[in-house]
């Protein structure tokens, strides 16, 4: 029941959502970034936008200078929507794309949700929001527990991040494990400082085999100093981001 109260309770005015929208989709074998595909005559942006709208006074989404006009077509459509658009001028990791938004918040909390995710469920959101504004953490995020996880989450005290191991980065011996779900709740002020921090520092977050500044790594490095509290879900589905076209099987 508490779930229907949330909305009211999270003052919506306190969030904005920060949508990374600029990468090169190249697993996704599309003519054009995997956002503009169309699934029931909507793009997988449009979902997510729709999808996120209701829990945040602003959205954020971050393009490249090659997707800026499609993604302008598609803002054009929500009129009634506050978004805003940064623009990451060098495709070099997601860390960098989240730094690029930074200039256009300044409310209390910062949601972030990659723009594949639309497997993600309302309930899984309002659920990691409320966990992360009434108990008062650095960051929040959900987790899934499935078959071949691409990201592996080590947890410590049964509710915090210990690690996060990237199989695109190492390999993840465990057939079964928890993974994020491509969804972040964080305090914006502590985010800015502490990512702009590692970005200008570099060695710590950024891949090796990639060259990237990477998100996850950052939660690496912060989880030493801050509590990073996870919300275990029950539904699949949430982990479900758009990286192939095979993917969409799964909807």
């Known amino acids: ?6 909305p009211s309770k999270l003052k919506i005015s306190q969030w904005t959502t920060i949508i990374p929208a600029a990468g090169k989709s190249s697993r996704f074998k599309f003519k054009k970034n995997k956002i503009f ?3 029931k005559n909507k793009t997988i942006l449009e979902k997510i936008i729709l999808k ?25 459509k929500f009129k009634n929507f506050n978004i805003d658009i940064a623009i990451q001028h060098k495709s070099n990791g ?31 959101i309002r659920r990691t929001m409320y966990s992360h504004k009434y108990n008062n953490y650095f ?8 078959k071949n996880p691409y990201t592996y989450i080590k947890i410590k005290n049964k509710k915090f991040l210990s690690h996060i191991i990237q199989s695109r980065e190492n390999n993840i011996k465990n057939k079964c494990g928890y993974t994020d779900c491509g969804f972040f709740c964080c305090v914006t002020k502590s985010l800015k400082k502490e990512l ?3 970005i200008k520092d570099k ?14 790594m950052s939660l690496n490095v912060l989880t030493k100093k801050y509590d990073i509290k996870i919300v275990k ?19």
Not at 139 to 146: A, D, E, Q, R, S
């Open 233 to 251: 879900s029950y539904n699949r589905k949430d982990s479900l981001g758009i990286n192939t076209i095979k993917d969409l099987k799964s909807l």
């Open 52 to 76: 996120i709208h209701k829990y945040s006074s602003k959205i954020v989404i971050i393009a490249s200078k090659n997707n800026i006009k499609d993604i302008k077509k598609i803002v054009s």
């Open 94 to 124: 997601m860390a960098t794309a989240i730094q690029s938004s930074f200039p256009f918040i300044n409310s209390k909390y910062l949601m972030i949700i990659w723009a594949d995710q639309i497997g993600l469920s309302k309930r899984t």
């Open 37 to 39: 595909f169309k699934i």
């Open 139 to 146: 960051l929040t995020f959900p987790i899934v527990y499935k």
């Open 1 to 6: 029941m508490y779930l229907k109260m949330i």
């Open 203 to 216: 060695k710590q977050i950024v891949t090796k085999k990639t060259k990237e500044y990477d998100f996850l």
């Open 196 to 198: 702009n921090h590692l």
